[in-house]
Protein backbone atom coordinates (compact mmCIF):
# COMPACT_ATOMS: atom_id res chain seq x y z
CA UNK A 1 0.00 0.00 0.00
CA UNK A 2 1.49 3.43 -0.99
CA UNK A 3 2.10 5.84 1.75
CA UNK A 4 1.16 9.62 1.20
CA UNK A 5 3.18 12.07 -0.91
CA UNK A 6 6.76 13.46 0.30
CA UNK A 7 7.35 17.11 0.20
CA UNK A 8 9.53 16.56 -2.78
CA UNK A 9 7.17 15.05 -4.85
CA UNK A 10 4.86 17.65 -4.22
CA UNK A 11 7.13 20.16 -5.49
CA UNK A 12 7.95 18.51 -8.35
CA UNK A 13 4.16 17.94 -9.14
CA UNK A 14 3.64 21.95 -8.55
CA UNK A 15 6.23 22.88 -11.22
CA UNK A 16 4.92 20.11 -13.76
CA UNK A 17 1.31 20.82 -12.77
CA UNK A 18 0.67 24.39 -12.57
CA UNK A 19 -0.37 25.79 -8.31
CA UNK A 20 -3.92 25.18 -8.62
CA UNK A 21 -3.21 21.18 -9.47
CA UNK A 22 -0.91 20.88 -7.38
CA UNK A 23 -2.39 22.05 -4.49
CA UNK A 24 -5.86 19.54 -5.78
CA UNK A 25 -3.26 17.10 -5.24
CA UNK A 26 -1.64 17.96 -2.23
CA UNK A 27 -5.85 18.01 -0.49
CA UNK A 28 -6.68 14.77 -2.12
CA UNK A 29 -3.51 13.40 -0.53
CA UNK A 30 -4.18 14.85 3.16
CA UNK A 31 -7.91 13.52 3.19
CA UNK A 32 -7.03 9.95 1.76
CA UNK A 33 -7.62 7.58 4.28
CA UNK A 34 -5.24 4.90 2.84
CA UNK A 35 -2.33 7.15 4.18
CA UNK A 36 -3.46 6.70 7.88
CA UNK A 37 -3.96 2.76 7.21
CA UNK A 38 -0.23 2.70 5.09
CA UNK A 39 0.78 4.40 8.55
CA UNK A 40 -0.72 2.23 11.01
CA UNK A 41 0.64 -0.98 9.06
CA UNK A 42 4.06 0.35 8.49
CA UNK A 43 4.14 0.60 12.69
CA UNK A 44 3.14 -2.65 13.18
CA UNK A 45 6.00 -4.12 10.66
CA UNK A 46 8.36 -1.83 12.44
CA UNK A 47 7.19 -3.25 15.77
CA UNK A 48 7.69 -6.87 14.36
CA UNK A 49 10.99 -6.27 12.48
CA UNK A 50 12.72 -3.70 15.17
CA UNK A 51 10.86 -4.35 19.00
CA UNK A 52 7.57 -2.87 20.13
CA UNK A 53 8.62 0.10 21.99
CA UNK A 54 11.28 1.03 19.29
CA UNK A 55 8.69 1.07 17.02
CA UNK A 56 6.30 3.39 19.13
CA UNK A 57 8.81 5.89 19.98
CA UNK A 58 9.68 6.14 16.15
CA UNK A 59 6.08 7.17 15.63
CA UNK A 60 5.12 9.11 18.36
CA UNK A 61 4.63 12.68 18.30
CA UNK A 62 6.67 14.65 20.58
CA UNK A 63 3.16 15.51 23.28
CA UNK A 64 1.85 11.88 22.71
CA UNK A 65 0.23 10.34 25.05
CA UNK A 66 -0.36 6.71 26.18
CA UNK A 67 -1.85 4.93 29.30
CA UNK A 68 0.09 3.21 32.20
CA UNK A 69 -2.87 2.95 33.13
CA UNK A 70 -2.53 7.03 33.96
CA UNK A 71 -2.25 9.28 31.24
CA UNK A 72 1.51 10.08 30.63
CA UNK A 73 3.47 11.44 27.69
CA UNK A 74 4.60 8.63 25.56
CA UNK A 75 8.01 9.77 24.56
CA UNK A 76 9.07 9.90 28.29
CA UNK A 77 7.70 6.87 29.31
CA UNK A 78 8.96 5.17 26.04
CA UNK A 79 13.00 6.40 26.61
CA UNK A 80 15.12 4.03 27.37
CA UNK A 81 12.32 1.20 27.82
CA UNK A 82 13.66 -2.23 26.21
CA UNK A 83 11.80 -3.85 23.57
CA UNK A 84 9.92 -7.38 25.08
CA UNK A 85 10.81 -10.38 23.81
CA UNK A 86 6.99 -10.58 21.83
CA UNK A 87 5.82 -7.93 20.30
CA UNK A 88 1.83 -7.25 19.94
CA UNK A 89 0.40 -7.81 16.62
CA UNK A 90 -2.50 -5.37 15.47
CA UNK A 91 -4.47 -4.66 12.39
CA UNK A 92 -6.29 -1.14 11.43
CA UNK A 93 -9.93 -2.47 10.94
CA UNK A 94 -11.62 0.88 10.35
CA UNK A 95 -10.15 4.87 10.06
CA UNK A 96 -11.73 7.84 10.09
CA UNK A 97 -10.57 11.08 9.01
CA UNK A 98 -10.82 15.00 9.78
CA UNK A 99 -12.08 17.37 6.93
CA UNK A 100 -8.99 18.70 6.30
CA UNK A 101 -6.89 15.53 6.44
CA UNK A 102 -4.79 17.17 9.52
CA UNK A 103 -5.84 14.41 11.76
CA UNK A 104 -7.01 10.89 11.82
CA UNK A 105 -7.97 7.99 13.75
CA UNK A 106 -7.65 4.20 13.30
CA UNK A 107 -9.55 1.43 14.97
CA UNK A 108 -8.91 -2.16 14.84
CA UNK A 109 -7.66 -5.46 16.89
CA UNK A 110 -4.71 -6.55 18.71
CA UNK A 111 -2.82 -10.12 19.60
CA UNK A 112 -0.08 -11.19 21.85
CA UNK A 113 0.38 -14.17 23.55
CA UNK A 114 -2.84 -15.39 23.80
CA UNK A 115 -4.25 -12.14 24.49
CA UNK A 116 -6.59 -10.11 22.38
CA UNK A 117 -8.14 -6.59 22.57
CA UNK A 118 -9.09 -3.49 20.28
CA UNK A 119 -6.65 -0.72 20.05
CA UNK A 120 -7.32 3.14 18.26
CA UNK A 121 -4.63 5.49 17.47
CA UNK A 122 -4.73 8.68 16.78
CA UNK A 123 -2.37 10.38 13.98
CA UNK A 124 -1.36 13.85 13.09
CA UNK A 125 0.02 15.35 9.99
CA UNK A 126 2.92 17.66 10.64
CA UNK A 127 4.10 20.46 8.54
CA UNK A 128 5.91 17.86 6.39
CA UNK A 129 3.26 15.84 5.69
CA UNK A 130 4.41 13.09 7.99
CA UNK A 131 2.11 11.11 10.23
CA UNK A 132 2.52 10.92 13.81
CA UNK A 133 0.47 9.20 16.61
CA UNK A 134 -0.58 11.41 19.17
CA UNK A 135 -2.68 9.10 21.21
CA UNK A 136 -2.61 5.31 22.22
CA UNK A 137 -4.73 3.10 23.75
CA UNK A 138 -6.71 0.05 23.85
CA UNK A 139 -8.24 -2.90 25.73
CA UNK A 140 -8.65 -6.51 26.37
CA UNK A 141 -11.33 -8.71 24.32
CA UNK A 142 -12.49 -12.10 25.24
CA UNK A 143 -12.42 -12.89 21.37
CA UNK A 144 -10.57 -9.93 18.95
CA UNK A 145 -12.99 -8.09 16.79
CA UNK A 146 -12.91 -10.04 13.45
CA UNK A 147 -11.16 -8.42 10.54
CA UNK A 148 -13.78 -6.98 8.15
CA UNK A 149 -13.27 -8.30 3.92
CA UNK A 150 -12.29 -4.29 3.50
CA UNK A 151 -11.41 -1.27 5.84
CA UNK A 152 -13.93 0.69 6.53
CA UNK A 153 -13.26 4.52 5.74
CA UNK A 154 -14.61 7.36 6.69
CA UNK A 155 -13.81 11.52 6.34
CA UNK A 156 -15.65 13.73 8.42
CA UNK A 157 -18.05 15.81 6.03
CA UNK A 158 -16.77 19.46 5.02
CA UNK A 159 -20.17 20.81 4.70
CA UNK A 160 -22.59 22.61 6.82
CA UNK A 161 -19.25 23.42 9.07
CA UNK A 162 -21.28 26.49 11.03
CA UNK A 163 -23.92 24.41 12.25
CA UNK A 164 -20.96 21.96 14.10
CA UNK A 165 -21.90 21.11 17.66
CA UNK A 166 -19.62 22.50 20.56
CA UNK A 167 -17.35 19.45 22.58
CA UNK A 168 -19.24 19.05 25.81
CA UNK A 169 -16.19 19.54 28.26
CA UNK A 170 -17.90 18.09 31.08
CA UNK A 171 -16.67 18.09 35.26
CA UNK A 172 -14.91 15.49 36.58
CA UNK A 173 -15.82 14.43 39.63
CA UNK A 174 -13.00 14.55 42.47
CA UNK A 175 -9.66 11.83 41.14
CA UNK A 176 -11.32 11.71 37.36
CA UNK A 177 -9.29 13.09 34.24
CA UNK A 178 -10.91 14.09 31.22
CA UNK A 179 -8.72 14.35 27.69
CA UNK A 180 -10.56 16.21 25.47
CA UNK A 181 -9.26 16.75 22.36
CA UNK A 182 -10.36 17.32 18.80
CA UNK A 183 -9.16 18.24 15.06
CA UNK A 184 -8.60 21.84 14.51
CA UNK A 185 -11.27 21.98 11.87
CA UNK A 186 -13.79 20.51 14.63
CA UNK A 187 -14.69 17.70 12.56
CA UNK A 188 -13.19 15.24 14.12
CA UNK A 189 -13.22 14.78 18.05
CA UNK A 190 -11.72 12.59 20.77
CA UNK A 191 -12.20 11.50 24.39
CA UNK A 192 -11.40 9.75 27.18
CA UNK A 193 -12.03 9.89 30.57
CA UNK A 194 -9.80 8.18 33.29
CA UNK A 195 -10.99 7.21 36.99
CA UNK A 196 -8.19 7.21 39.82
CA UNK A 197 -8.30 3.32 39.53
CA UNK A 198 -6.78 3.34 35.93
CA UNK A 199 -10.26 2.18 34.19
CA UNK A 200 -11.12 4.33 31.10
CA UNK A 201 -13.91 5.33 28.88
CA UNK A 202 -12.62 6.40 25.29
CA UNK A 203 -15.03 7.49 22.62
CA UNK A 204 -14.89 9.43 19.11
CA UNK A 205 -17.05 11.23 17.33
CA UNK A 206 -16.59 12.51 13.28
CA UNK A 207 -19.37 15.33 11.69
CA UNK A 208 -21.23 14.18 9.16
CA UNK A 209 -22.46 17.60 7.52
CA UNK A 210 -25.40 17.84 10.24
CA UNK A 211 -24.72 16.05 13.09
CA UNK A 212 -21.96 13.85 15.28
CA UNK A 213 -21.75 10.52 14.84
CA UNK A 214 -20.25 8.10 17.23
CA UNK A 215 -18.69 5.20 15.90
CA UNK A 216 -16.56 3.86 18.83
CA UNK A 217 -17.46 4.10 22.59
CA UNK A 218 -15.73 2.13 24.81
CA UNK A 219 -14.91 1.38 28.22
CA UNK A 220 -11.71 -0.19 29.65
CA UNK A 221 -11.61 -1.74 33.05
CA UNK A 222 -8.95 -1.25 35.59
CA UNK A 223 -5.86 -2.70 35.35
Known amino acids: MKRNLSAFALIALALAAGPGEARKRQVKDATNPSALIAAEIAFNRMAQEKGQWTAFRKFAAEDAVMFAPQPVNGQQWLKGRPDPAQSLQWQPHRVWSSCDGEYGITWGAWQNAGKQGWFSTVWRRDDKGTLKWVLDQGGDMAAAPPAPEMIEAKIASCSNKTAIEPA ?47 PVARPVPAP
Not at 179 to 184: F, N, T
Not at 188 to 212: D, I, K, M, P, Q
Request: glycine share 6%; net charge positive.
Open 168 to 214: LVPVPPPGTQVLLSESRDKTLRWVTRVESNGSRYYALEYWNGSTFER
